[in-house]
């Protein structure tokens, strides 16, 4: 406890943001440039400085600075998102935001749903390497009316780099915990490695970007090993000022130990492979005050699960998934405000050895009108309604309200509403007697209302805000007793409250110097009713407190950073992980080393999977740019 206590000590006195030259640059301007981030996500895009929601945005200038080997761990450092990470080294995770389930977060990809409706967990198995990434935006609250359906309690759409030169970035790395593997897991220490390239040739008129990468680490523990691929392309071109292209296509394969992960301790033996492809056609035409954008996109998973590795002939699972989705976007400038409106449809279906064959679609339209009263009040009013083959017509409508108070406050409000459809697993699995499905699922229902004030000035920035969120038929894995099997429920309702800070300032120091400083504090309380005399699988297991503090401090062309989480869930023991990042800057080189976990702590984000005691990284990256 003095270690921890030490450590929040300096990282509250102190805190961050770095410097870096080329494709390493500098953060002093961290602010600035967020002012010019365009949420890609919004069907109406708007200017960062500009929304009426809590949007925070994690730039590539941050991520270059984090502790992090992959964007499981990068998410990990933003406020109100929970990881609970099953296989580390970017493996399986599961990602929820301000207490709710993995089900009920949407991932995207340039606006492209990543949504797997076999199951939240191959969620995260995607293509993107932490150098293709521009920024990352992560939308808290319902957002039916933004996202459409499983947008229950927030989104997180990642926006890749769309560079208008040609560039090369090349990063290695290698890493090891320095500790001698476990009996029967083979010998020597366990590590392994990484390596990443992204290239992209950039003009005026056109970019695209490719990238590659390739992790491969023999475990943290026995049965941990894995091996992840990465492959990604994002290409755009502009045909004239009215008119573009744009194309995106990915696949991504991860094979790991799964030791612990669902069915502890029987699964002691069990691998998993997962297999993800994605891609997406879309345009863009203006003709005056009107824009329309159709989009075509599709994203196919394989998921193996071998709960004997060395045994196929019995208890494997197969899944083989499909979501095929078409859009049309559209938005109309007025002189009282930009209308857009637009519909989507969704085709889903699975083929799996133990859900069965099922396919379920569904259909979305939208409407929104965004606007301006006087030069102080902006709002985002509309709907979002969805027809789902299995449960008929829905309808979300949301509202948001932002208030300048001057240059620097901002008051905001939000009123929004979401759904998240049962996916397959919940619906058909036959897995007894393990776990069993229920066909009869009614979809999960939320309202949420939110308040947050704002103060910007420079380089100073501090939010705090609080939320409510109301789900009906809320959905949970519950059973009786241990002799029978987890099904799901629709319980009556499910409750959360939230209150929330941060803050983060810069210095400039002078003579080459710069210190900075981030610190939020999420807090949550939630309501759950469940059934007397039955064990819940999921209901109790978010945050109540997460606390996260960062320091960073920069001379010449030495960057130092520390990041601290501080834990605890509902029934959960309170944990502490401090992670350090040293950057070393030579010309186009960028040397680096990681410590994450410093002070060796021990504990456990899902299943039964102890995470990685102290680990030591040490990497080099090469940055070249067309000048």
């Known amino acids: 406890m003095k270690k921890i206590i030490v450590i929040l000590g300096v990282i509250i006195a102190l805190p961050a943001f770095a410097q870096q030259k080329d494709l390493f640059p500098n953060r002093e301007n961290s602010s600035s440039e967020l002012e010019e981030v365009i949420i890609q996500g919004n069907r109406i895009q708007i200017p960062f400085s500009q929304t009426t929601r809590d949007i925070q945005i994690i730039t590539q200038k941050q991520i270059e600075q984090f502790p992090a080997k992959s964007i499981n761990e990068v998410l990990s450092y933003v406020s109100g998102v929970d990881i609970r990470q099953r296989g580390p080294f970017g493996t399986q995770a599961d990602i929820s935001i301000d207490g709710g389930t993995s089900e009920q977060t949407l991932v995207l990809i340039n606006g492209v749903k990543m949504i797997d409706s076999q199951s939240a967990h191959n969620m995260m198995n995607i293509p993107i390497p932490l150098s293709a990434i521009d920024h990352i935006e992560v939308l808290r609250g319902a957002a039916a009316r933004v996202y459409g359906i499983n947008a229950l309690t927030g989104a997180i759409n990642i926006v890749t780099k769309r560079e208008k030169y040609s560039s090369i970035i090349a990063d290695i790395q290698t890493s090891s915990s320095f500790k001698n593997k476990e009996e029967n897991d083979g010998s020597g220490i366990y590590g392994g490695g990484s390596a990443e390239f992204t290239g992209n040739f950039g003009t005026e008129q056109q970019s695209h970007l490719f990238s590659i990468a390739q992790s491969n680490y023999n475990g943290q523990r026995y049965n941990s090993k894995s091996k992840n691929t990465r492959l990604f392309y994002n290409g755009n071109y502009n045909f004239d000022a009215n008119n573009s292209i744009q194309a995106m296509a990915g696949y991504a ?130 709907f979002y309604a969805n027809y789902n083959t299995n449960y008929g017509w829905q309808l979300y409508p949301g509202i948001d309200l932002a208030y300048l108070i001057n240059d620097y406050w901002k008051i905001s409000t939000s009123i929004g509403s979401g759904q998240r459809i049962p996916s397959f697993t919940d ?201």
């Open 253 to 382: 394969r991860s094979h790991f130990g799964a030791n612990g992960f669902y069915a502890a301790p029987g699964d002691i033996n069990s691998e998993e492979l997962v297999e993800s492809s994605m891609f997406s056609l879309s345009s863009k035409h203006q003709w005056n005050n009107f824009t329309i954008s159709p989009r075509i996109s599709d994203r196919y998973s394989e998921d193996d699960y071998r709960y004997f590795k060395d045994d196929l002939s019995k208890g494997r699972s197969l899944h083989y998934t499909n979501a095929l989705m078409l859009e049309l976007n559209s938005t109309l400038e007025t002189r009282i405000g930009t209308f857009g409106f637009g519909g989507e449809s969704r085709l889903e279906k699975i083929n799996s050895s133990n859900i069965g064959e099922h396919n379920q679609d569904n259909h979305g339209v939208y409407a929104e009108l965004e606007t301006t009263l006087g030069k102080k009040i902006k709002g985002i009013a509309g």
């Open 427 to 627: 619906l058909y699995l036959n897995q007894a007697p393990g776990n069993v499905g229920n066909e009869f699922l009614k979809s999960e229902n939320a309202w949420n209302y939110e308040g947050n004030i704002q103060y910007n000035k420079a380089n100073l920035n501090f939010q705090t805000g609080y939320f409510f969120r109301n789900i009906t038929n809320f959905i949970d894995w519950m059973r009786e007793d241990p002799s029978q099997p987890y099904s799901p429920i629709n319980l009556k309702s499910n409750k959360m409250q939230g209150i929330h800070a941060r803050i983060s300032q810069n210095f400039d120091l002078g003579n080459k110097q710069s210190l900075g400083y981030h610190v939020s504090y999420n807090y949550l309380h939630p309501t759950v009713k469940t059934l007397k005399g039955t064990q819940s699988k999921y209901a109790l297991e978010s945050l109540r407190h997460q606390f996260i503090t960062g320091v960073n401090y920069t001379i010449n062309n030495l960057t130092f950073q520390i990041e601290n989480r501080l834990l605890k869930r509902e029934l959960g023991k309170l944990y502490s992980i401090a992670d350090i990042r040293i950057n070393y800057q030579v010309k186009k080189l960028l040397l680096y080393t990681n410590v994450t976990n410093l002070f060796d702590a021990e504990y456990k984000e899902a299943g039964a999977v102890p995470m990685p005691t102290r680990w030591f990284s040490l990497g080099i990256k090469y940055g070249w740019k067309q000048l």
